[in-house]
């Protein structure tokens, strides 16, 4: 069995800056990608930002500049570094994991970005 336990998330104004952080445990093999999701309030869920094994990185435009995936295999754990926030990137953030089994997902951590 998989868990991604997920923090991080939180109230901050707009301009601020959050970290998320996402560590897999348990019955994991080799990680292929790692990346993050959204859901906005009353939306569909969307691809944030995903890297792969290699180290490459691809963004949603919305956040393209402003956002920053980043992975430590030594510790499973997959991070987004989110700087100049706007009320519009108030979601739900999921992490989302894939390997050679599957994918697993966390169990979300709310971000409200509001003065």
């Known amino acids: 069995q998989v868990q991604l336990v997920e923090s991080g998330g939180g109230l901050v104004q707009p301009g601020g800056s959050l970290r998320l952080s996402c560590a897999a445990s348990?019955?994991?093999?080799?990680?292929?990608?790692m990346g993050w999701y959204r859901q906005p309030p009353g939306k569909q869920r969307e691809l944030v930002a995903v890297?792969?094994?290699?180290?490459?990185?691809s963004y949603a435009g919305a956040v393209k500049g402003r956002f920053t995936i980043s992975r430590d295999n030594a510790k499973n754990t997959v991070y987004l570094q989110m700087n100049s926030l706007k009320p519009e990137d108030t979601a739900v953030y999921y992490c989302?994991?894939?390997?050679?089994?599957?994918?697993?997902w966390g169990q979300g951590t709310q971000v409200t970005v509001s003065s």
């Open positions: 989302n994991i894939r390997d050679a089994s599957g994918q697993y």
């Open positions: 348990g019955s994991i093999s080799r990680i292929n990608s």
């Open positions: 890297i792969g094994s290699g180290g490459g990185t």
